[in-house]
């Protein structure tokens, strides 16, 4: 028994090993309000927001940028529309910023649920 | 007995209770729950691990896994060695389980 | 006064956690379940709730820390006893499917919006019953002693359900050799897939269901269910794991400082059976899991810190008093086996 136990704990300290050798795509997360949402063209475009958060401003304060998304191909929580505070994680391709995830953070407000 | 039956009748009442919740809900507007980790709060191993959670969710599930059960594994290993050197008598207890 | 040091950020979750109440759950639920023998799963999905996780973060946390759990149990009894494999494998199928319904019904609720309410009312129905059951033993076992009656092994006599259930002959008919059993296949997949939806739903390992009916509804001897239940746990709980973290409904963080806890909390909670004696403690149980519903009732009405402080309150009391026994105890036997080296010695 103890060399199966051996075993086993030797299999997942080589997993372990092979998933920390694998190559993660990074993803950078902005967070904002939701300025427009074109579903045409599968734009999101957002005015950016610091991490100064406080409780006057919980979603942190206003940089004054804004940024343009692609999120064609992103998976979209609760429907966004302008006011919406919003949080994506993207990747950099060819320099488009390619939303992966849309979360509506002022709509879905976790904290209540 | 009763025990038994009370059991079961947890099952029973358990999902009587939700369905009328369900069937209730159901008229809702439905909308689908996304999250993304906010990454730029955390720095170090909670920031690769959250990272991983934006950008590839299997292998998230993946690291869960193995992790758990390795952590399972040193935890059981080293709670049975330092249990040992108490010098208590743990042979003759009558085992408990789940 | 600044208590911003005493919460933690959960960066999926994206909420503050009081980490003291944290380490309490896990702590508590390894004691708790460590010596009454169940499991305890039971309050950490609401204890997670009322400290501030979102509900299918809390079912997810939970799940994931019973498979955690049950790597450590695994280990300590180092090997599965007296399991039937066979069984067991049959069973992986329904707990599987079980489990992953349970969550998907999760995931439902959740995008519909009602999830908080919904499964804290299971909850409040589901411990009910487990408080009604722990009275209800304790008073049958207070009678019983009244009128003088040892208590026997306890035993499947008169309960024979099973060989009703055995006579449905739909193929395939299987034979399970270890539990000396020859029944359809879907009598032990139809048992567990629905402890499965339970435990998928509820985040619980589902054993407080599943062994009585292996026991009485598939007529597996009580040394084989109290083995195979374990090994179902194990798959349930890393199976539960996975999918809620597939799902993205899992807080790593709080994972890890639960499972420390729970593995520190289990040894003295097996340690301290030893030394407990009489049926009160029953009573203590029974009145925790009461409280854990009222703080459930309380935290649905909203009132917070109240729930909090009550479960937390009452799953502390509780840690300290098994503490107590298990010290005392330790202490004594300690001592007795001091003097008896001593004894030795001299002689």
Known sequence: MKKATLAASLMVIAIAVGLMGSPVMAAEVSQGKCIQYDEATHKLTIEAYDTQFSKEFPYGQSTGATEIFDVSTAAIGIHPEPGDILRLAWVEKDSVRSGLKVMNVSKQDLRKK | ?98 | ?347
């Not at chain 3, 589901?126 to 009604?132: C, G, K, T």
């Not at chain 3, 009485?216 to 090994?231: E, K, Q, R």
């Open chain 3, 1 to 347: 006064m600044d208590a911003s040091w005493l919460y933690m950020y959960m960066p999926i979750a994206g909420v503050d956690i009081f980490w003291p109440g944290l380490v309490l759950i896990g702590y508590s639920v390894g004691v708790i379940g460590g010596f009454f023998g169940m499991g305890g799963a039971w309050m950490v999905t609401p204890g997670l709730n009322i400290l501030g996780f979102p509900m299918a973060f809390a079912i997810g946390t939970d799940i994931a820390h019973i498979a955690g759990k049950s790597m450590i149990s695994t280990i300590r009894h180092s090997k599965f006893g007296n399991v039937d494999y066979k069984l067991g494998f049959v069973m992986v199928v329904g707990t599987m499917v079980g489990i992953e319904c349970g969550a998907q019904l999760v995931m439902y609720l959740e995008r519909i919006g009602r999830i908080g309410p919904v499964v804290r009312w299971v909850y409040v129905v589901f411990l009910l019953l487990i408080a009604v059951m722990v009275f209800s033993d304790y008073a049958k076992a207070v009678k019983k002693k009244k009128q003088g009656i040892a208590d026997g092994e306890k035993g499947t006599e008169g309960f024979t359900w099973y060989k009703t259930l055995h006579k449905i002959n739909i193929p395939p008919m299987m034979h399970f050799k270890a539990s000396g059993i020859y029944c359809s296949a879907w009598l032990p997949m139809v048992v567990s897939f629905i402890t499965g939806v339970l435990a998928g739903f509820l985040g619980i390992g589902g054993g407080l269901l599943r062994m009585p009916a292996l026991i009485y509804f598939i007529g597996v001897p009580t040394h084989v269910a109290v083995g195979t239940d374990l090994f179902e746990v194990m798959i349930s709980g890393l199976y539960g794991a996975f999918t809620y973290t597939l799902k993205g409904r899992i807080e790593l963080v709080a994972v890890f400082v639960m499972l420390t806890g729970a593995a520190i909390g289990a040894q003295i909670g097996t340690v301290a059976t030893k030394y407990a004696k009489g049926y009160g403690i029953r009573l203590a149980f029974g009145s925790a899991v009461l409280c854990c519903m009222i703080s459930i009732i309380l935290k649905q009405f909203k009132f917070q810190t109240s729930a909090a402080v009550l479960i937390l309150g009452t799953i502390g009391i509780i840690c300290i008093y098994i503490m107590v026994i298990m010290f005392r105890g330790a202490a004594q036997e300690l001592r007795e086996k001091k003097n008896r080296e001593q004894v030795t010695v001299r002689v």
């Open chain 2, 1 to 98: 007995m009763r025990g038994i039956f009370n059991r079961c009748r947890g099952v029973l009442a358990a999902l009587w209770v939700m369905l009328p919740a369900v069937a209730q809900a159901s008229g809702e507007a439905a909308g689908n729950i996304v999250v993304v980790a906010d990454t730029r709060r955390v720095t170090g191993v909670m920031h690769y691990f959250a990272d991983l959670y934006n950008s590839d969710i299997l292998m998230f599930a993946i690291w869960t896994v193995v992790l758990t059960v390795a952590m399972g594994c040193t935890l059981g290993f080293l709670m049975d060695f330092i249990m040992s050197r108490t010098g208590l008598d743990l042979k003759s207890r009558k085992i408990v389980e789940h």
